[in-house]
């Protein structure tokens, strides 16, 4: 009989090694959300930082968000939802702690952002036009990416109606004839300021991220993730004022065998018949019961006190009893 149990426990065991999982799928038709898989998602961009990073949605206020005790990199794409003063403060906090900001938007509230983290920097509040492009002049080609980290393999860089930085030096340039209102001169698209001990890392348009510009793009975005990267990568799905994440379905993941966690599983059933075989489990099972017995219901040790105690309650004399014990102590007769 117990041969048949033992059999069942190594039956059950790689049973749930290699059980289907089911794991839900949720989606959003939100512009810039990673759970968007339309063409206007970056659920491509998201599924590479997933690769190499802990990916944690920001779904509800900061103001519910304790930053305090995050660290890693929080991500901001595309926002075109208002920030606190308070969510600003705690963005503070986190970048003052040795946090990365990665603020990527072009005409959204990111200057919201900006501006109560009292930096010069901003996102200019109207697109540019350059006489190098693709299509038409709303997707200006850029060539002058300065990091070699950012740049590698990279022969262009396609933007989709970007805006430019204003008040700071650049990682990425547009060309030296951009035309942004009346000024022709280049502007930068990427740039990373210090602050306290972490860092803010701001690209001034968020469509080179989504899906339908993944292919143009993918050799920059892949560095791109790369040198955004941290363990964590917390992503902030909140501003977005059209999410609306809803289920879709569910994913089925077959597994197969994997033979070391199947002989772990033999293994464990096999010291545990050879631990009740042996006796030992009985010998530990009968001496925690008896341990348990003795701890609540063996009656306690009475002291010569207590009993002395007890008997003059009930009416014997106090000093006959204790000359009764020291004569009992002493070897003396009784009444010598």
């Not at 109207?126 to 590698?152: H, M, T």
């Not at 033999?266 to 701890?295: P, R, W």
């Not at 006959?320 to 009784?334: A, N, Q, S, V």
């Amino acid at each position: 009989m117990r041969r048949v149990i033992y059999g069942l426990l190594i039956a059950f065991g790689i049973f749930l090694l290699i059980m289907p999982l089911s794991i839900p799928i949720f989606t959003s038709s939100a512009d810039f959300s990673v759970f968007n898989t339309n063409w206007n998602g970056v659920s491509k961009f998201g599924k590479l930082l997933y690769e190499k990073s802990e990916i944690v949605p920001i779904i509800s206020s900061f103001n519910v968000v304790d930053f305090e005790k995050m660290n890693g990199t929080l991500l901001i794409i595309g926002p075109d939802m208002g920030y606190s003063n308070l969510e600003i403060e705690k963005i503070r906090k986190f970048l003052e702690n040795g946090g990365t900001l990665v603020l990527i938007d072009d005409f959204g509230t990111g200057n919201r952002i900006l501006n109560g983290l009292n930096l010069t920097a901003r996102f200019s509040r109207v697109g540019f036009i350059d006489v190098f492009y693709s299509k038409n002049y709303n997707f200006p080609e850029l060539v002058r990416i300065l990091d070699p980290k950012l740049g590698a393999g990279v022969d262009k860089l396609i933007l989709n109606v970007p805006s430019a930085i204003l008040n700071a030096e650049g990682k990425i340039y547009t060309s030296k004839v951009t035309l942004l209102g009346k000024n022709q001169r280049e502007y930068p698209i990427m740039t990373e300021i210090e602050y306290g001990k972490g860092r803010i890392v701001l690209f001034s348009d968020p469509s080179v991220f989504i899906n339908d510009m993944f292919d143009e793009n993918e050799a920059f975005i892949r560095n791109f993730a790369d040198y955004i990267h941290s363990d964590v990568i917390y992503i902030d799905e909140a501003h977005h004022s059209n999410f609306n994440p809803y289920h879709i379905g569910t994913l089925v993941i077959h597994r197969s065998l994997d033979r070391v966690k199947a002989f772990y599983v033999v293994l464990i059933v096999a010291v545990l018949a050879l631990f009740i075989e042996s006796g030992a489990a009985v010998g530990i099972f009968n001496g925690t019961i008896t341990f348990l017995l003795d701890k609540f219901f063996k009656e306690k040790e009475k002291s010569l006190e207590d009993i002395i105690e007890e008997l003059k309650n009930e009416g014997y004399d106090e000093k006959i009893l204790k000359k009764i014990i020291r004569e009992i102590t002493t070897g003396k007769k009784l009444g010598d």
